[in-house]
């Protein structure tokens, strides 16, 4: 057999055997059955003898952590686990070894650049879906008959860990969920114990909070089946986690609800309104990296803000997340979608919002802003920019893009109409009373 022959053999890993010219096939064949058997025997021998150890580790409560770094141990390779996206969830190296740097996504072919080479199985779960992937990884020359073995045997007990994982997460998130309601809903008896359960699950209701919810617009009606929604509500909850790492965030179906820790302050209303700025400011910045993250070619989903103001202990949480919710209605219906509305910031429209449609409004609107609705609706607009540069005509006229003498005239005009003078304090309450009115009324 000449030299070709042979090297084509060892590229493709076949064993050749030199005969000599009496030997008898049957023979031959004989022992080649008997060590192939007998090799099998001991492989699969082999491989039940650690799948044994894994489970035994299983069982003594190891984890996938403590399963993956015995089998990379063993085999003396390394050990990743993804989930059923690929994404790299674990990785466990063999002793004497740092962890690989692994591309994202993980493939063959740029293992192979690094002169390794991967065995992959899927690992089942019990809804009889993939739940992710168990790989070896090593040197292409270390691989043999065994590791396919090992891995058929070790999945199965990597999806029991998987299992039961799940199931703790998800008892885990159910208790959650339950606290973080008690609190926002103030379904408890003694503070003192729902402050015990949150202090359990590592949150300090001690200090002073705000509640913030963030809220896909009802008119993005497909999102929360979408990868979008899914992209978004990991980018808010990173971002909120990243201004306050103590924060409590619970996410719902359309919207992320949070708890924001603040520092302790004294009751004067300076340091509270101090303390609502900085709130709102963070807040703002929050929403600015939210929004200047690249989305990946998927559609962002149009959301808004809503800010309660701040509660001082824990039973003051259940009235910040309904200011959060009213001001997230209010502020919708008054600014339109894709805006942060803080409560504390909504002045009287918290009150008039919730009597429109009441005849007593409707009453006191059209008494004040009658004259000048019925004669020429653009004298309200004049009336707004008087307010707005508090009464100076010349910011009016800059602003306005108006002449002054043209301002004077206007403004002697809706005197006029109203029959009073601009320079009556009970008016100006009243016509900006009614302007805030005409504004709802707009929306």
């Known amino acids: 057999m000449g030299a070709e022959a042979r090297d084509f053999a060892d590229q493709m890993h076949l064993p050749l055997i030199l005969l000599p010219l009496n030997a008898l096939l049957e023979e031959i064949e004989r022992e080649v059955i008997t060590f192939v058997v007998s090799f099998r025997g001991e492989t699969e021998r082999k491989a039940t003898e650690i799948a044994s150890q894994l489970m035994q580790l299983s069982l003594q409560g190891a984890g996938i952590q403590g399963v993956c770094e015995y089998l990379a141990t063993n085999r003396g390779k390394w050990v990743v686990i993804q989930d059923a996206d690929q994404h790299v969830r674990l990785q466990a190296a063999p002793a004497n070894a740092t962890p690989l740097t692994l591309p994202s996504p993980l493939t063959d072919e740029q293992l192979r650049r690094q002169g390794l080479l991967r065995v992959v199985e899927p690992i089942p779960s019990s809804r009889h879906e993939i739940a992710g992937y168990l790989s070896l990884i090593g040197n292409e020359s270390d691989f043999d008959y065994l590791e396919r073995i090992i891995l058929g ?114 009751d004067q209303s300076e340091n509270e309104r101090e303390l609502e700025n900085s709130l709102y400011s963070r807040l703002e910045r929050v929403v600015f990296r939210i929004s200047s993250q690249k989305n990946n070619g998927t559609a962002r989903p149009i959301y808004s803000c ?49 009597l429109n449609g009441h005849s007593e409004l409707d009453d006191f609107y059209y008494e004040t802003l009658g004259p000048l609705l019925n004669n020429d609706s653009t004298y309200v607009e004049t009336l707004e920019g008087f307010f707005r540069c508090n009464g100076n005509l010349s910011e009016m006229a800059r602003t306005m893009h108006f002449h002054r003498n043209s301002l004077l005239y206007r403004l002697n005009r809706i005197e006029a109409l109203l029959g009073r003078s601009l320079e009556d304090p009970e008016l100006r309450l009243a016509l900006q009373i009614a302007l805030k009115i005409h504004h709802l009324k707009k929306h």
């Open 153 to 266: 045997q070790a999945t199965p007990i990597i999806a029991i860990e998987f299992a039961r994982e799940r199931d703790r997460t998800e008892v885990e998130s159910r208790y959650q969920v339950e606290a973080f309601t008690d609190v926002i809903q103030g379904h408890y008896q003694q503070p003192e114990e729902m402050m015990a359960r949150a202090r359990l699950l590592g949150y300090d209701l001690t200090t002073p909070q705000s509640i913030v919810v963030f809220e896909i617009s009802p008119g993005e009606h497909d999102f929360s089946s979408s990868s979008a929604y899914a992209q978004w509500n990991k980018r808010v909850r990173e971002e909120l986690l990243r201004e306050w790492p103590a924060c409590w965030v619970q996410s719902e179906a359309r919207r992320v609800i949070a708890i924001l820790p603040l520092p302790p302050f004294d």
């Open 306 to 354: 809503g800010i309660g103001r701040i509660a001082k202990n824990l039973q003051g949480l259940p009235l910040s997340f309904r200011e959060a919710q009213q001001a997230l209605e209010i502020g919708r219906r008054l600014f339109g979608e894709g805006n942060m509305h803080s409560f504390a910031r909504l002045g009287i429209y918290r009150l008039l919002f919730h």
